[in-house]
């Protein structure tokens, strides 16, 4: 019988063992430090202790984490559409001793109700979109309003990585309570619409694009720069 995998170490972080989510390469980025490298460094440079913080598509925990211990920020809510992966950040929290991050399962967009969600072999992958490729379940998640969410949780900062979310997240959400955004855009394959309606969305809650702030598809919206 083989052994069970061990938990491993990276940026500062125990990480538990999961191999959904924890795959070979991924480790390697873990360990190395290349891992969302750029949000990591992004993010944790410019919050700041006293924020309220809401992480959309939070993934793993890996952010939200950061910011807990890193930088002491005391509320924190973290929601992702992938129950596995809202599993696992339960369990890295719990891990490494946070208890200041709100985790929430579903699906950020425009309704509150039930979607149908895509889950693939790598975790880290699943998104609504149900092209063929490594989809092993298609699920229902709840649908959640991201407008409720920020009115409800009144952040400071938001960040979220909309590598894999849906075109309208931040469509009719109002924006104006935030001092700041910081965010993983879509690739280039989502198209020039898809990434000038997120530009959009934040320029009509008064942010602004700070490119001094920004590196590569992780960009930084600020109300004041």
Known sequence: MDAPAADTRAY?????????????RRLRQLRDGRFAAAMVRTALRQTDPQDRVLTLWSGPGLIPALLSLRLGIRHIQAVDPAQPLCEYAERLYRA?????????????????????FHLRGDLLL???DDQPGGVVETVQVPALNTGHLIRDFAPDVLVGDMSHAPANLLAQADLSGLRMAVLTLPPQSAG???IAGLFRALGDGGLTYAPKQSAGRVVTFRRDW
């Not at 500062?12 to 070979?24: E, F, I, N």
């Not at 490494?96 to 149908?116: C, D, F, S, W, Y």
């Open 192 to 194: 020039p619409a898809v």
């Open 96 to 116: 490494n001793g946070i208890e200041t991050v709100q985790a929430l399962h579903g699906l950020p967009g425009l309704r509150k109700g039930q979607a149908a």
């Open 126 to 128: 699943s998104s609504t």
């Open 12 to 24: 500062g972080l125990t990480l538990p063992a999961d191999p959904r989510v924890l795959t070979k």
